[in-house]
DNA sequence: ACAACGCGCTCCACATGCGTC
DNA sequence: TGACGCATGTGGAGCGCGTTG
């Protein structure tokens, strides 16, 4: 016996498919009572709405989009991405709305991807994630004209709702922290120079020398790679004034650094202080424990998809939404240096 | 202007709806040279197939579910998620097919997942991680007649296809590793036992033991957390007779295990060898690095979701795909056993 | 409460034209 | 001359639902 439609429920509640269509919907024009035998009767035959004729109606996919155009490998790697997915996953599903997973080589093939979905009235909107300096992806989507949600910002000149992150407050935080400690030598392995949040960390960074009267404060920008941490960590470190304390952008590149720093004898935390901005099992799981700036990633993605349904029901919307900013934990990989 | 449709197209290319859909889907009906002409049209019109409306023809939903019922933190915890996930992603992308995934709390929240996707024609398969010894979800997906690929394997008493790891190669080329260096006395922290494959390497691990002439051959269930790792690491450690072996079925485990043996002063590899049965960068990252059983998940993961889209097109098609087995890379956590 | 239509596409039954035996 | 095959295109029913008169 094949899938039943709405008709077979009419026939079987002996009403037309109007009727049960207004039924099923919660809609007024039919009586209490066959409301109630119309939904005893779908229930009965196991009925569920069939998604394409739906959508075909009311141009409503049911779906939202993420498109990453990382090299799909760093997707295992990165706990980020897994929890950001998790976490906007159960944001879409109180509604029912499904997560449409792109993974893409290169920017251009996101652009197409964003494009053709909404040609295709594919989603209702889009995630965006790590938005860059002078974004080619903002304007492009405002000309497309369909709701995204960033992961990130603030975001100047542009009509996309973001929710942002404190990242300064943040490394704010971080820096004083250091600085109380001591720290005047403080090196900061940074993500990606094109990314916004990695723009905003070394802001704060330069700012911050001149505030805490620090001997040294540089930001080195990387691609995010354990390799590269490691490259660099090894670099500072051979170097004859040593920095005291290293900041990292994320947790692989402090677990890497921190490798780097046992490997060439420097004890830690008694010799070098290491501070990952990032926070996941990862940074627990070394010996020392990494001290880190951690944050609820998984909420942040959560609350951001809410928005992002509340902006597909009413189009008109723009949602400027602050998330929590990220806490420091101090955990064993920090003190105060050498002959403090 | 709105969205144009294969109507307007028909109208400015002067044909009929029907040439203009034989054209554009590469179908027989229509000559090469108004095929050109169409295709120019819809080029310059830039036109798109409206998913919701081509679903509702051809009862092809272009997409696959793949639901998982972890506790949502997991995503991000464990690699082998996000390895699965942009491996899949790759293998779909060929064909435009879309990867539609939901994370719910428990099975039973899976089961009816596949029950109203099903239903909904949402999804034209799916993917199914994790078999279980006498798989509740098997019978069900069986019922209801919908395609599906399960990753692991293999898996009795089933029509469902899957692609399966061997796993009791690898656990037998560990072992046989492990006694060549020495080791007569070896503990293995498994996973789940309801996983086909937790029982799998446990079965290979007791019948080594016979085969090996080992002292000592045990497997300890976990649920996989490195809490779990740790505990368990702990307790074999504080016995009077220690293993000089441990075998971990996942990385995160292994990592957890190798910071229990420091904090116990059991150096690795001198007092105990560290072997873990899955790979990742964490792995590579701990000091000492960790000799692991290691395997393309991302690769295997690309071609269990090209069969199944062969599947979904001839539903008649049964397959039994083995995939590469997992290969031992020795890296610094494992030697010969003291005096040996 | 009903009948009928529309959403955009697929697909099938059926013309139409042309050359061939 | 007509009957037939083939290639090319047309028209429209139908997919399952929402919605209007």
Do not use: C
Not at 7 to 19: C, M
Not at 194 to 205: A, E, G, I, N, S
Not at 218 to 246: F, K
Request: charged content about 25%; proline content about 7%; aromatic content about 4%.
């Amino acid at each position: 016996m094949a899938r039943p439609t709405i008709a077979d429920i009419a026939e079987r509640a002996g009403v037309s498919k109007g009727a049960v269509s207004f039924a099923l919907n919660g809609r007024p024009g039919v009586s209490e009572e066959t409301r109630r035998r119309i939904l005893a009767v779908a229930d009965e035959m196991n009925w569920r709405p069939h998604r394409a004729a739906r959508s075909l109606g009311n141009s409503r996919a049911g779906a939202v989009g993420l498109i990453l155009s990382r090299p799909a490998r760093t997707l295992g790697l990165e706990p980020f991405f897994g929890q950001v997915v998790s976490g906007l996953q159960a944001g879409l599903a109180e509604d029912g709305t499904a997560l449409q997973l792109l993974v893409v080589e290169d920017p251009e093939a996101e652009m197409a991807a964003y494009r053709n979905w909404t040609a295709e009235k594919r989603v209702d909107g889009f995630v965006l994630l790590d938005p860059l300096i002078d974004d080619p992806r903002f304007p492009a989507l405002e000309a497309l004209d369909v709701p995204v949600m960033v992961l990130g910002g603030p975001l100047p000149d542009t009509s996309l709702s973001y929710s942002w992150a404190d990242d300064s407050e943040a490394m704010h935080e971080a820096v004083d922290y250091l600085a109380a400690l001591g720290h005047r030598h403080v090196v900061h392995v940074a993500g990606m120079p094109q990314f916004l949040h990695t723009k905003r960390r070394m802001d704060v960074l330069t700012e911050a020398k001149a505030r805490h009267e620090l001997a040294e404060v540089v930001s080195i920008p990387t691609d995010y790679s354990d390799s590269e941490g490691a490259v660099i960590t090894r670099r500072v470190l051979s170097r004859r004034e040593r920095p005291t304390a290293i900041v990292y952008d994320s947790d692989v590149m402090a677990v890497a650094g921190l490798g780097v720093a046992l490997e060439m004898g420097v004890r830690v935390p008694q010799d070098l202080s290491i501070l990952s901005f990032d926070d996941s099992l990862l940074a627990r799981l070394t010996h020392p424990a990494l001290t880190a700036l951690t944050r609820d990633t998984q909420g942040w993605a959560t609350e951001a998809a809410r928005e992002l349904l509340r902006l597909i029901a009413d189009p008109s919307l723009t949602v400027r939404h602050p998330s929590s900013t990220p806490v420091l934990v101090p955990r064993e990989s920090t003190a105060p240096p050498a002959g403090h």
